[in-house]
């Protein structure tokens, strides 16, 4: 899936879901060293748990960051 993120310094989120678990995560844009440990960290998680680790982060002084886009892209995936 292709996710067009809003209010961060990356501009995509590609990634895939498999047996409801999170893979392949890459960040188009961002932080790279930053935005490469989050894939890392959620490669293999399972849908929900990435979700409610990562939902409601916030970058200095935006409403969202990077993480809390991709659980935003992971939630539009599975219909939440």
Same mark, same amino acid.
């Given at each position: 899936m292709e996710f067009? %993120? +809003?209010g961060?310094?990356?501009q995509e989120i590609q990634f895939e879901i498999e047996d409801n678990?999170?893979?392949n995560v890459?960040? %188009?844009g961002g932080c790279n !060293? +930053?935005?490469q440990g989050?894939?890392?960290l959620v490669e293999g998680?399972?849908?929900n748990d990435a979700i409610s680790k990562i939902e !409601?982060?916030?970058c200095g002084h935006r409403s969202t960051s990077c993480p809390d886009q991709l659980a935003q892209a992971l939630k539009k995936a599975i219909g939440k």
């Open positions: 067009k %993120t +809003n961060v310094c990356s678990k999170v893979k890459i960040f %188009t !060293g +930053n935005l989050i894939s890392r998680m399972d849908v !409601g982060i916030h």
